[in-house]
Each structure stands twice: as structure tokens, then as C-alpha cells.
């Protein structure tokens, strides 16, 4: 079983930038394609970014292209959001997801393992 915690949510303005973390424990991170999706209140939780294990393959939303930046230190059982130029649509409970592959999943469906989530909220 792996257990996943997220980090580093809170208020920002708009056009202002979070990293937010997700640490990986209770079994090996090895072999482990890491996504992250959001949730805003009414609405269904939405594909966001995610890599491979090994980071050489990446895909974001088309809404956040250029804006946020998904990366892994597997030393450190870690995976990261890197979010820029936040706008309040933006705002959403993030989580961290992972699922045991070769291919990288980015259907809410695809994953086993999820985190608690992470409140964002970006303020015009």
C-alpha cells in the first residue's frame, strides 16, 4: 500500500505561484507513473498534470500549459507542482495520485493510490 501526503496548498493572489508537494511512504516509489487533479466545490475532480517513473514523459491539462511545471525526485519519494501565474479558477483541492505502470495515466479511474488533498485558493 502506498500512502501519499500533499503539502504546500494555501491563499495567493492572482498571478502568484505555490509548489505544492507530495511524499510517497509505505512501500517503494519505484515503478510508480504520479498524477495530480483538482477538485473545485460542485465540480468533478479534474486531470491537472502527471509524469512517468522515470520523468522522460509529462502531460498537463491544456489549461494549465505554460503555467505549471510537474517534476519527481524519486531519491526523495517526491513528486512537485510548480504552479505560475495562478489564476481564482485555479482555486480547488489538489491531490496527488499514484498507479503502478509504464504508461502514464490521466483519467481519475486510472489510479489506486490518492492523497488527502491540498486546499489552493488564488483571490482576484
Known amino acids: 500500500q502506498v500512502q501519499l501526503v500533499e503539502s504546500g496548498g494555501g491563499l495567493v493572489q492572482a498571478g502568484g505561484s505555490l509548489r505544492l508537494s507530495c511524499t510517497a511512504s509505505?512501500?517503494?516509489?519505484?515503478?510508480?507513473?504520479m498524477g495530480w487533479f483538482r477538485q473545485a466545490p460542485g465540480k468533478e475532480r479534474e486531470f491537472v498534470a502527471a509524469i512517468s517513473w522515470s520523468g522522460a514523459n509529462i502531460y498537463y491539462h491544456d489549461s494549465v500549459k505554460g503555467r505549471f511545471a510537474i517534476s519527481r525526485d524519486n531519491a526523495k519519494n517526491t513528486v512537485y507542482l510548480q504552479m505560475n501565474s495562478l489564476k481564482p479558477e485555479d482555486t480547488a483541492v489538489y491531490y496527488c495520485?499514484?498507479?503502478?505502470?509504464?504508461?502514464?495515466?490521466?483519467?481519475?479511474?486510472?489510479?489506486?493510490?490518492w492523497g488527502q488533498g491540498t486546499q489552493v485558493t488564488v483571490s482576484s
Open positions: 509505505g512501500r517503494t516509489f519505484s515503478g510508480y507513473a
Open positions: 495520485a499514484a498507479h503502478h505502470s509504464d504508461y502514464v495515466p490521466v483519467f481519475v479511474y486510472q489510479y489506486d493510490h
